[in-house]
């Protein structure tokens, strides 16, 4: 594994040390590849994936604009989907990614959305 990468997986398991994700408060854990960014809304007591969105579903790919914005429209995404399953409060898990550019769009859209971190 380069540094980079190296960097990024001790910092995630540092964060990971002081959070989890419960039924009531799933964690919202954030993935970003140099194209897309994915989201989780992840039960971590019961080991399951509540919810899901990525910039590849349908109705965002076919949407044109920058990385950050298509970041915007997947946290609004998660944020409809944990509303329907009714959940308000998540704990917001940056994966060992810098709150910048579009992990912080995803948060802002999920807040937008109606979620609570």
Do not use: C, W
């Not at 540094?3 to 970003?32: D, M």
């Not at 989780?40 to 590849?56: E, H, P, Y």
């Not at 308000?88 to 937008?112: I, M, N, P, Q, S």
């Amino acid at each position: 594994m380069d540094t980079k990468a190296l960097r990024r997986e001790k910092i995630k398991f540092r964060v990971r040390k002081k959070i989890a994700g419960s039924a009531q408060r799933p964690r919202l854990s954030v993935f970003r590849s140099n194209n897309d960014i994915y989201v989780q809304l992840i039960d971590d007591d019961g080991a399951k994936t509540l919810a899901s969105a990525s910039s590849r579903d349908k109705d965002i790919a076919a949407q044109k604009g920058t990385k950050s914005e298509k970041g915007k429209m997947v946290g609004s995404a998660i944020a409809r989907k944990a509303v329907e399953l009714g959940l308000k409060d998540v704990v917001f898990d940056r994966g060992g990614y810098l709150y910048h550019g579009r992990v912080k769009a995803v948060a802002d859209g999920a807040r937008e959305g109606g979620l609570n971190f």
